[in-house]
C-alpha cells in the first residue's frame, strides 16, 4: 500500500503550523522595532522662533558696539529633504566706547561707555544633521547665510569713529527639541564675521606728548570682527 497519499497532506500540515509559529515572533517584532527607534520623523513645514539671547566680541580698536542682550525672531521653511530656508532679524542691546584721539596724557583713553544697539538681518540654510527625522527627539544642525548689520546712526563720534551698514556672513549650529505637540524650544548658536573701518585719526600720534596710537602704526584702518551670538527660543511648528 502506498502511504504517500496520507502522509503527504498530514506533512503539509505540520510545515504550515511550524511557519506559523517561527513567523510569529517576526511579526510581532515589525510593530515593535519601529517604536524602539530613537528616530522619528519630523512633519513640520515651516518654524517660527522668538529668541532671547547673549552676544559678544571686540573689534581691533575696541571702539565698535559690542556685546550685550539680544532678541529676535527667526522663521524656517523646510524646501527639500534637510534642507531649510531661513531668514532671522535680530536686535542686539550693545555698547560700545567712545575714545580719545587728541590731548595731553595722562587723560584717559576712555571718553565715555554708550549705548548703541545694532541691528541684524539676515538669510541663509539651516542643514539638519539627521535629515527630516529627529534622534532622542534632539534635531541637529548647521547653517550659514549672508546678512546686513548697521546701527542706523548718520553721525560720527568726537573721535569720527562710525559704525554705519556692514555686509556680513554668518555661520552657526542648533539644537532643537522635537516634541509631538505644536510648540517647542531651540538653542543656536551664531557667528556674524564682519568688518569695521576706522578713522585716520585712530592711528595719530600726538606731536607734543607722544603715545602711542589707537591703532598700530602698521594697521589698516579696517579690520573683520566677530560678534558671537548665543540664542534660546520658543518655537511655534507649522504644517502638521
Avoid: C
Avoid at 22 to 43: C, H, I, N, Y
Avoid at 113 to 137: C, H, M
Wanted: net charge positive; proline share 7%; charged share 15%.
Amino acid at each position: 500500500m502506498n502511504a504517500l497519499p496520507v502522509i503527504a497532506p498530514r506533512l503539509r500540515a505540520a510545515l504550515a503550523a511550524g511557519a506559523l509559529v517561527l513567523t510569529a515572533p517576526l511579526g510581532a517584532q515589525v510593530g515593535v522595532v519601529p517604536d524602539k527607534s530613537p528616530f522619528r520623523d519630523v512633519e513640520s513645514k515651516q518654524d517660527l522662533t522668538v529668541f532671547l539671547g547673549l552676544g559678544g566680541g571686540r573689534d581691533l580698536a575696541g571702539a565698535a558696539p559690542s556685546g550685550g542682550v539680544l532678541l529676535g525672531v527667526r522663521h524656517d521653511l523646510h524646501v527639500s529633504g534637510p534642507a531649510a530656508f531661513t531668514s532671522r532679524l535680530t536686535m542686539q542691546l550693545a555698547e560700545r566706547d567712545v575714545l580719545r584721539t587728541r590731548g595731553v596724557p595722562p587723560a584717559p583713553r576712555l571718553v565715555r561707555t554708550e549705548s548703541q544697539p545694532l541691528y541684524f538681518a539676515d538669510i541663509g540654510v539651516t542643514l539638519n544633521l539627521t535629515g527630516r527625522k529627529s534622534w532622542r527627539n534632539l534635531v541637529p544642525s548647521l547653517n550659514g547665510g549672508l546678512g546686513l548689520v548697521g546701527d542706523f546712526r548718520a553721525a560720527s563720534d568726537s573721535s569720527q569713529f562710525r559704525f554705519g551698514n556692514r555686509f556680513a556672513l554668518q555661520v552657526g549650529a542648533g539644537l532643537k527639541w522635537h516634541a509631538r505637540g505644536r510648540w517647542t524650544v531651540r538653542a543656536d548658536l551664531a557667528n556674524y564675521f564682519y568688518s569695521v573701518s576706522y578713522p585716520s585719526t585712530f592711528r595719530i600720534v600726538a606731536p607734543v606728548a607722544p603715545e602711542q596710537p589707537i591703532l598700530p602704526l602698521t594697521a589698516g584702518l579696517s579690520s573683520w570682527t566677530r560678534n558671537s551670538m548665543l540664542q534660546v527660543g520658543v518655537t511655534r511648528v507649522f504644517g502638521r
